[in-house]
């Protein structure tokens, strides 16, 4: 199983960042797929998920309205469009699949916020 993240970076408040995630060594469209981001001396917490046919999304709070997920399930591949960011947004983003309690974790890409 792979899980490989790319796209983050260094980027000013208000500005916009794409993360994508690629998947390989499992069903990948018979998985929920997730966005999770942990910042320096905070827990992991979970940003945004989508259902294995992408039918269904859920957010963050925190991020609703500026972040959105999406899937292609031909390409294996699962994306976070992040919009409006702001400093707080700064942390490492992990892309995780799930099923039936069995899990999958990629190694993270760092997102910065700032000017």
């Known amino acids: 199983v792979h899980i490989v993240e790319s796209g983050g970076g260094l980027v000013q408040p208000g500005g916009s960042l794409r993360l994508s995630c690629a998947a390989s060594g499992f069903t990948f469209s018979s998985y929920g797929m997730s966005w999770y981001r942990q910042a320096p001396g905070k827990e992991r917490e979970l940003v945004a998920t989508i259902t294995s046919a992408g039918g269904t999304t859920y957010y963050a709070a925190s991020v609703k309205g500026r972040f959105t997920i999406s899937r292609d399930n031909a390409k294996n591949t699962v994306t976070l469009q992040m919009n409006s960011l702001k400093p707080e947004d700064t942390a490492v983003y992990y892309c995780?699949?799930?099923?039936?309690?069995?899990?999958?974790w990629g190694q993270g890409t760092q997102v910065t916020v700032s000017s």
């Open positions: 995780k699949a799930q099923r039936f309690g069995v899990t999958y």
